[in-house]
């Protein structure tokens, strides 16, 4: 499973430089909650050098949709993966851009009908929102493993990059689905790795070697003992 972090927040895309995150994802309330000019924002992701920016357009038509991504695209190509919505507008511009070769995400996803629809037109990611789909009533892990299963009935080479994935229970059902990649909020990398248990028994081993060696260090001599 690839990570990805679900932000344009230079401060806190390089807070989560501890773990291997495949790229980053924005949408435009992203990045309008940078607050600043978006080409320049753009340049400052690109310099990063992560493997992958999936960064989404704004425009509503196909023409339009197909003119942004390919502007984005010219930015850094092989690294910027421009994401389009599942409209008809959308789609058809997928179609249009895969045909030219290009990777699209395909992205607000609440279905498998849009997402298969996505992966028919030629998008290389589909990204269903998982938690606003389960605050419809339905499950969001449930759809993600059905449409996975339906890339794979169909021979379709899509792949499923989850989004809006809030909970750890949500993640271990992507999991268990076998998802190929979730995009995520920093806090929640952590969260993924945090257990008070680990905490404990990190804590535990410190004791216990400090009870035997004068420092916390591999090469610390041994205390000195009284006489027995
Ligand atoms: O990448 C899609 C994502 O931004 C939607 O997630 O957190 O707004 O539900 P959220």
């Not at 511009?93 to 992966?119: E, H, M, N, P, S």
């Not at 404990?200 to 041994?222: H, I, N, S």
Request: aromatic share 8%; with cysteine; glycine share 8%.
């Amino acid at each position: 499973m690839d990570f990805y972090l679900d932000s344009a927040n230079l401060d806190e895309i390089c807070s989560v430089s501890w773990f291997p995150i495949r790229g980053v994802t924005t949408n435009p309330t992203i990045v309008a909650k940078e607050n600043r000019p978006f080409l320049s924002l753009m340049e400052e992701l690109i310099d990063l050098k992560l493997p992958q920016i999936h960064a989404q357009v704004l425009a509503d038509t196909t023409e339009e949709m197909v003119e942004e991504a390919k502007m984005l695209i010219r930015l850094s190509p092989g690294t910027i993966i421009p994401k389009i919505p599942v409209t008809p507008a959308g789609i058809h511009a997928i179609w249009r851009l895969a045909q030219d070769g290009y990777k699209i995400t395909a992205t607000g996803v609440f279905t498998v009908g849009q997402g298969l629809a996505a992966a028919k037109s030629g998008a290389q990611y589909i990204a269903p929102y998982i938690n606003r789909i389960d605050q419809t009533g339905q499950s969001g892990v449930s759809m993600a493993c059905e449409l996975k299963a339906a890339l794979e009935t169909y021979n379709l080479p899509a792949t499923i990059l989850a989004a809006s994935v809030k909970t750890l229970y949500q993640l271990k059902g992507l999991i268990e689905g076998g998802i190929q990649g979730i995009t995520v909020q920093a806090d929640f990398l952590n969260q993924v790795v945090y257990h008070p248990l680990t905490e404990q028994a990190v804590e535990g081993f410190t004791q216990d070697w400090l009870k035997t060696f004068a420092l916390r260090t591999l090469d610390a001599p041994v205390k000195s003992r009284g006489k027995e």
